[in-house]
Nanobody, 116 residues
Framework: QVQLVESGGGLVQPGGSLRLSCAAS????????MGWYRQAPGKQREMVAT???????NYADSAKGRFTISRDNAKNTLALQMNSLKPEDTAVYYC??????????WGQGTQVTVSS
């Protein structure tokens, strides 16, 4: 079964950190560019960061210097370390393949709320 399961979200104060995790079935993950995306209320889903199967990374300008994407190819897992969080980072975060034509069904996502 094709599946993506995100976890690790929560409520954090501005300046705080969170680590998101994504568990993917092997058919989704293996050999593919993977990415983290987010969708804030009333806004379109946007790419946050992507990582190739060999570890090459790409970040949205809003994430550069604060977020770090990583993957464990043996475990089919994806992670996003988020530091120096800002209120504008508040969104539901999702993982999926990193190239739109290859997206699979979206998971439930994980809510990140940055607020004092």
């Amino acid at each position: 079964q094709v599946q993506l399961v995100e976890s690790g979200g929560g409520l954090v104060q501005p300046g705080g950190s969170l680590r998101l995790s994504c568990a993917a079935s092997g058919s989704i993950f293996s050999g593919y560019v993977m990415g983290w995306y987010r969708q804030a209320p009333g806004k379109q889903r946007e790419m946050v960061a992507t990582i190739g199967s060999r570890g090459n990374t790409n970040y949205a300008d809003s994430a550069k210097g604060r977020f770090t994407i990583s993957r464990d190819n043996a475990k089919n897992t994806l992670a996003l370390q988020m530091n120096s969080l800002k209120p504008e980072d508040t969104a539901v975060y999702y993982c999926n393949r990193g190239i739109q034509p290859l997206w699979v069904s979206w998971g439930q996502g994980t809510q990140v709320t940055v607020s004092s």
